[in-house]
């Protein structure tokens, strides 16, 4: 049987829509079952219709990424120049300044190439997924496997992954803005809708694409791929992303002004040499080419998006998945870290460790999620007479439950579902339960999702002529809804006090805290009502699940505390879990907790001196995330916050950083975040602050390593023409200068790794200017020094008698020494360069070095370039010893320079 793109499969008589028949009759239609396809089937017909996915748009073809390379205004006014000086006969000037435009655009196409590469397989590395039933049991799969048939498990949160005919909705409703444009999410129910509804009104059914809001269901998967709905309507979504951040939009408006302001300059000097001077109008005119082609800086935009792209491919290598560039930038800003507790500083490898029933406290032994192991109390079995209360509390852990647990053969007991939920599964089994067969003898009827607000979930269940109900939820909330507690001897009165006091010393000692309760409800009730629920339930016990803390993330709290960013734990459990985690990680401030409810009596100036000066928030909800994020950024912090659920989607879109869960997250997390961390690790969010600090640092070291090698050229060719002195370097020589380095040694700093102290320096100003005090001071500080480094040079070769072309030769190769000396100090802004780490450069470093040095000895010695260039050979001792000697009397300058400004700031 095959399933096309209608309603309807091929051949079938029946032309009905799919929304307009009953969801038994969809399910015949397809071959499919109420557990859901076998394996076998399922490959088959993933095999027969092919992936689940939209057709990606083609991305730009290697022929326009190369045209974009000359998309730039600081190239336009190099070919202008080009154009204009092969009209004045002046041809190998014009070849030359092609070939440096020429070069650079290649150097550019390859690596903006390698660029896009990675960010597409980084791209594929947020496969969204889906719950589906296989065989009766509930796995997670890529979204692209989902094939015709199958059943999909929808919760709140999740985006719905193929065209769906609901089968089964509770409370379901569904955002279709991406398809009908009604921002306003739609209740889904069963029953089949008109066969000429449009969209909007197609209430059994869930398309592809859209945000389930509230509620659960399930789905019988009746389109995929292009065929959905989406589908139809998009046909194309998959263009590669453009590498434009605002700081590249910042950099390129730089761009346009340095290239009006060398225009004006160069105009300026045409006028000066011309009238002032004595220059003909032919030599004055190259003289400014010299100055246009020296001050250009044409590789840096390419050299900018290069740095920025090998930052995501860094973090990516580190589970951090970059949604959205500007987020590299913006982590290098952050001041504080807002974090959930479980699974993120903690191993999120939950384990019921304590039991309480109404006969006291029970211990619970077995490693992970396996079902084996053991319930004791003082090292023995249960006797008779409470053996009936733990196997009541058993059988209510695995019904009350979402999750699944399978045997992987690599990698041991895996849970599909919440960790929590797979802990109780595992409970379950420990205390002699199956979990399947208990769920087989007892099927379930109907449900209550959890919920935040209502903080707990109900099943109803049925067999061997009774009905009741199973609740699972937080201590306070359950002990409001029971009058009765299960005892040996049957149903007695609660004893509230108690139970609290139990509750709290479970949570004290750092556990997540988990009550199940019950109620005998009439045979044959068939759903759920919510009052059903609210009271005269009967409590079966308390449970105490841990989850210690990463050993990484305890070491990455510490790291961040070290770099003067502030990190904030932000959780929904009970109070004295969120402290004794918050000790054990070694949070400032761990004894004082924040509790939801204080929040909520806070004013918005009051909030924000307590969200300033307070690190533990427990019992909090997603609108206590928001408010608190909002306090963070009143106060002025740059403020990363991680987020897993729907509710999360405001507070991750405020924040500076939005950081999403890989794994436990939603999609609807995911999307609105800036950031996805694979491995749901905190660790992951400081190693990733690094990078991105590492990132910033490095385009600050392109931009203060380009402008003022640039302007030392410029400037010694303007020096020259006010002076009115011979030329120290024609033109084309600079155009050299400028292929060569830029190329190689500008490159290189895009691959720097990350300095020893980047994590004990303070965050950066968010509002800190691409061009700092810094910056323009080493601009105009080096520049002058290039200048008189080459005037230097130029006048030693004369005084010994050289011909100004062995002079110019000099010269060239003096400049381009002094651009690899300040290359190792430019290196480490803030520390010194004479260590041996500075000293041995990295791989890219001794590939550029190396590259450079094999080209200047071509260019000074090689016959053919000596004669397109007008260069002689120099004397290795007596003019390279000088020049090698220049190099390093820079370095030492720079290095005193360095050393000058780190007394001032410990001052």
Same mark, same amino acid.
């Given at each position: 049987?095959s399933?096309?793109?209608g309603?309807?499969?091929?051949?079938?008589?029946?032309?009905?829509?799919?929304?307009?028949?009953?969801?038994?009759?969809?399910?015949?239609?397809?071959?499919?079952?109420?557990?859901?396809?076998?394996a076998?089937?399922?490959?088959?017909?993933?095999?027969?219709?092919?992936?689940?996915?939209?057709?990606?748009?083609?991305?730009?073809?290697?022929?326009?990424?190369?045209?974009?390379?000359?998309?730039?205004?600081?190239?336009?006014?190099?070919?202008?120049?080009?154009?204009?000086?092969?009209?004045?006969?002046?041809?190998?000037?014009?070849?030359?300044?092609?070939?440096?435009?020429l070069?650079?655009?290649?150097?550019?196409?390859?690596?903006?190439?390698?660029?896009?590469?990675?960010?597409?397989?980084?791209?594929?590395?947020?496969?969204?997924?889906?719950?589906?039933?296989?065989?009766?049991?509930?796995?997670?799969?890529?979204?692209?496997?989902?094939?015709?048939?199958?059943?999909?498990?929808?919760?709140?949160?999740?985006?719905?992954?193929a065209?769906?005919?609901?089968?089964?909705?509770?409370?379901?409703r569904?955002?279709?803005?991406?398809?009908?444009?009604?921002?306003?999410?739609?209740?889904?129910?069963l029953?089949?809708?008109?066969?000429?509804?449009p969209?909007?009104?197609?209430?059994?059914?869930?398309?592809?694409?859209?945000?389930?809001?509230?509620?659960?269901g399930?789905?019988?998967?009746?389109?995929?791929?292009?065929?959905?709905?989406?589908?139809?309507?998009?046909?194309?979504?998959?263009?590669?992303e453009?590498?434009?951040?605002?700081?590249?939009?910042?950099?390129?408006?730089?761009?346009?002004?340095l290239?009006?302001?060398?225009?004006?300059?160069?105009?300026?000097?045409?006028?000066?040499?011309?009238l002032?001077?004595?220059?003909?109008?032919?030599?004055?005119?190259?003289?400014?080419?010299?100055?246009?082609?020296?001050?250009?800086?044409?590789?840096?935009?390419?050299?900018?998006?290069?740095?920025?792209?090998?930052?995501?491919?860094?973090?990516?290598?580190?589970?951090?998945?970059?949604?959205?560039?500007?987020?590299v930038?913006?982590?290098?800003?952050?001041?504080?870290?807002c974090?959930?507790?479980?699974?993120?500083?903690?191993?999120?490898?939950?384990?019921?460790?304590?039991?309480?029933?109404?006969?006291?406290?029970?211990?619970?032994?077995?490693?992970?999620?396996?079902?084996?192991?053991?319930?004791? *109390?003082?090292?023995?079995?249960?006797?008779? !007479?409470?053996?009936?209360?733990? +196997?009541?509390? $058993? &059988? #209510?852990? =695995? @019904?009350?439950?979402?999750?699944?647990?399978?045997?992987?053969?690599?990698?041991?007991?895996?849970?599909?579902?919440?960790?929590?939920?797979?802990?109780?599964?595992?409970?379950?089994?420990?205390?002699?339960?199956?979990?399947?067969?208990?769920r087989?003898?007892?099927?379930?009827?109907?449900?209550?999702?959890?919920?935040?607000?209502?903080?707990?979930?109900?099943?109803?269940?049925?067999?061997?002529?009774?009905?009741?109900?199973?609740?699972?939820?937080?201590?306070?909330?359950?002990?409001?809804?029971?009058? *009765?507690?299960?005892?040996a001897?049957?149903? !007695?009165?609660?004893?509230?006090? +108690?139970?609290? $006091? &139990? #509750?709290? =010393? @479970?949570?004290?000692?750092?556990?997540?805290?988990?009550?199940?309760?019950t109620?005998?409800?009439?045979?044959g009730?068939a759903?759920?009502?919510?009052?059903?629920?609210?009271?005269?339930?009967?409590?079966?016990?308390?449970l105490?699940?841990?989850?210690?803390?990463?050993?990484e993330?305890?070491?990455?709290?510490?790291?961040?505390?070290?770099?003067?960013?502030?990190v904030?734990?932000?959780t929904?459990?009970?109070?004295?879990?969120?402290?004794?985690?918050?000790?054990?990680?070694?949070?400032?401030?761990?004894?004082?907790?924040?509790?939801?409810?204080?929040?909520?009596a806070?004013?918005? +100036?009051?909030?924000?001196?307590?969200?300033?000066?307070?690190?533990?928030?427990?019992?909090?909800?997603?609108?206590?995330?928001?408010?608190?994020?909002?306090?963070?950024?009143?106060?002025?912090?740059?403020?990363?916050?991680?987020?897993?659920?729907?509710?999360?989607?405001?507070?991750?879109?405020?924040?500076?950083?939005?950081?999403?869960?890989?794994?436990?997250?939603?999609?609807?997390?995911?999307?609105?975040?800036?950031?996805?961390?694979?491995?749901?690790n905190?660790?992951?969010?400081?190693?990733?602050?690094?990078?991105?600090?590492?990132?910033?640092?490095?385009?600050?070291?392109?931009?203060?390593?380009?402008?003022?090698t640039?302007?030392?050229?410029?400037?010694?060719?303007?020096?020259?023409?006010?002076?009115?002195?011979?030329?120290?370097?024609?033109?084309?020589?600079i155009?050299?200068?400028?292929?060569?380095t830029?190329?190689?040694?500008?490159?290189?700093?895009?691959?720097?790794?990350?300095?020893?102290?980047?994590?004990?320096?303070?965050?950066?100003?968010?509002?800190?200017?691409?061009?700092?005090?810094?910056?323009?001071?080493?601009?105009?500080?080096?520049?002058?020094?290039?200048?008189?480094?080459?005037?230097?040079?130029f006048?030693?070769?004369?005084?010994?008698g050289?011909?100004?072309?062995?002079?110019?030769?000099?010269?060239v190769?003096?400049?381009?020494?002094?651009?690899?000396?300040?290359?190792?100090?430019?290196?480490?802004?803030?520390?010194?360069?004479?260590?041996?780490?500075?000293?041995?450069?990295?791989?890219?470093?001794?590939?550029?070095?190396?590259?450079?040095?094999?080209?200047?000895?071509?260019?000074?010695?090689?016959?053919?370039?000596?004669?397109?260039?007008?260069?002689?050979?120099?004397d290795p001792?007596?003019?390279?010893?000088?020049?090698?000697?220049l190099?390093?009397?820079?370095?030492?300058?720079?290095?005193?320079?360095?050393?000058?400004?780190?007394?001032?700031?410990?001052?």
């Open positions: 049987m399933i096309t793109a309603n309807k499969p091929p051949g079938s008589a029946d032309d009905t829509p799919w929304h307009a028949i009953p969801a038994e009759a969809a399910l015949a239609r397809l071959n499919s079952r109420p557990e859901g396809l076998g076998a089937e399922a490959a088959q017909r993933l095999a027969e219709h092919g992936p689940n996915r939209l057709p990606a748009g083609a991305p730009r073809s290697a022929l326009r990424r190369f045209l974009a390379q000359f998309s730039n205004l600081l190239i336009h006014v190099l070919l202008a120049a080009a154009a204009v000086t092969a009209l004045l006969g002046h041809a190998l000037d014009a070849v030359v300044i092609l070939g440096v435009v070069v650079n655009a290649v150097v550019g196409f390859v690596q903006e190439g390698r660029a896009e590469q990675a960010l597409e397989a980084i791209r594929g590395m947020l496969t969204p997924h889906a719950s589906v039933l296989r065989d009766g049991r509930r796995l997670t799969i890529d979204a692209a496997e989902v094939v015709p048939g199958d059943l999909v498990l929808l919760e709140a949160g999740d985006r719905v992954p065209d769906l005919r609901l089968i089964r909705a509770r409370g379901l569904i955002e279709e803005a991406a398809l009908t444009g009604e921002s306003v999410p739609v209740e889904k129910s029953e089949p809708a008109a066969a000429g509804a969209v909007g009104d197609r209430g059994s059914m869930a398309f592809s694409g859209t945000l389930v809001t509230a509620g659960s399930t789905g019988l998967v009746v389109r995929t791929g292009a065929a959905t709905e989406l589908g139809r309507i998009s046909g194309m979504i998959g263009d590669v453009q590498l434009a951040t605002p700081l590249l939009r910042q950099m390129d408006a730089f761009a346009r002004r290239t009006f302001v060398i225009l004006g300059l160069s105009g300026l000097v045409f006028a000066i040499a011309l002032l001077r004595g220059y003909g109008a032919e030599d004055a005119f190259m003289a400014v080419v010299g100055i246009a082609v020296a001050a250009i800086p044409e590789g840096l935009p390419a050299v900018l998006t290069i740095a920025l792209a090998m930052g995501v491919r860094r973090m990516a290598a580190r589970n951090a998945i970059i949604r959205r560039l500007p987020a930038e913006t982590l290098g800003a952050v001041s504080v870290i974090s959930d507790k479980t699974g993120t500083l903690t191993r999120n490898e939950m384990a019921v460790a304590a039991v309480e029933i109404a006969a006291g406290r029970f211990g619970v032994s077995g490693e992970g999620y396996a079902p084996q192991g053991a319930v004791t *109390r003082d090292g023995e079995a249960p006797d008779s !007479e409470t053996a009936p209360v733990l +196997a009541m509390l $058993a &059988r #209510a852990a =695995a @019904l009350c439950n979402d999750a699944a647990l399978r045997d992987d053969a690599e990698a041991g007991w895996l849970v599909d579902g919440d960790p929590m939920e797979g802990a109780l599964l595992a409970f379950a089994g420990r205390s002699g339960e199956s979990p399947e067969a208990v087989i003898r007892l099927p379930r009827r109907d449900e209550i999702p959890f919920d935040a607000r209502h903080r707990f979930m109900a099943t109803l269940h049925g067999g061997h002529g009774h009905a009741f109900v199973c609740v699972k939820g937080a201590p306070e909330r359950l002990l409001e809804m029971c009058d *009765r507690q299960q005892g001897a049957g149903t !007695e009165p609660l004893a509230h006090a +108690a139970w609290q $006091a &139990r #509750a709290e =010393a @479970l949570a004290a000692g750092g556990m997540r805290v988990i009550a199940l309760a109620r005998e409800l009439p045979h009730m759903e759920l009502p919510p009052d059903a629920v609210e009271h005269d339930l009967v409590l079966l016990g308390v105490g699940l841990i989850d210690p803390p990463r050993e993330a305890v070491a990455a709290v510490a790291d961040c505390q070290a770099a003067g960013i502030r904030k734990m932000i929904g459990d009970h109070a004295a879990t969120a402290g004794a985690i918050a000790h054990q990680v070694g949070l400032r401030g761990a004894a004082a907790v924040v509790t939801g409810a204080e929040l909520d806070l004013d918005d +100036a009051a909030l924000r001196v307590r969200a300033r000066d307070s690190d533990v928030f427990a019992r909090t909800s997603p609108e206590h995330k928001l408010r608190l994020v909002e306090a963070l950024q009143a106060e002025g912090a740059v403020v990363a916050m991680t987020g897993d659920g729907v509710n999360d989607a405001p507070a991750l879109k405020r924040a500076d950083v939005g950081v999403a869960m890989g794994r436990k997250g939603t999609e609807a997390a995911k999307e609105a975040a800036e950031m996805v961390l694979a491995d749901d905190f660790a992951t969010i400081a190693a990733a602050v690094r990078e991105g600090r590492n990132v910033y640092d490095n385009v600050q070291k392109v931009i203060a390593w380009t402008l003022p640039n302007g030392g050229e410029a400037l010694t060719i303007i020096a020259a023409i006010l002076l009115g002195l011979t030329l120290p370097m024609t033109p084309v020589q155009l050299w200068i400028n292929m060569v830029a190329t190689t040694l500008g490159l290189v700093l895009a691959f720097e790794p990350a300095e020893a102290d980047i994590m004990r320096r303070p965050p950066r100003p968010p509002r800190e200017p691409l061009l700092s005090g810094f910056v323009v001071w080493r601009v105009a500080f080096v520049s002058v020094l290039f200048t008189l480094g080459a005037f230097g040079i006048a030693w070769s004369e005084w010994r050289l011909p100004v072309e062995a002079a110019r030769t000099a010269v190769n003096a400049l381009v020494v002094m651009e690899i000396a300040y290359l190792f100090s430019v290196r480490f802004q803030a520390s010194t360069s004479f260590t041996w780490r500075g000293a041995l450069g990295t791989r890219a470093v001794l590939i550029g070095v190396g590259a450079v040095v094999a080209l200047q000895l071509a260019f000074t010695y090689a016959p053919p370039l000596q004669r397109l260039f007008a260069t002689r050979p120099l001792v007596a003019d390279g010893l000088p020049i090698l000697a190099g390093l009397l820079l370095m030492l300058i720079l290095e005193a320079e360095k050393a000058i400004r780190r007394r001032g700031f410990s001052r």
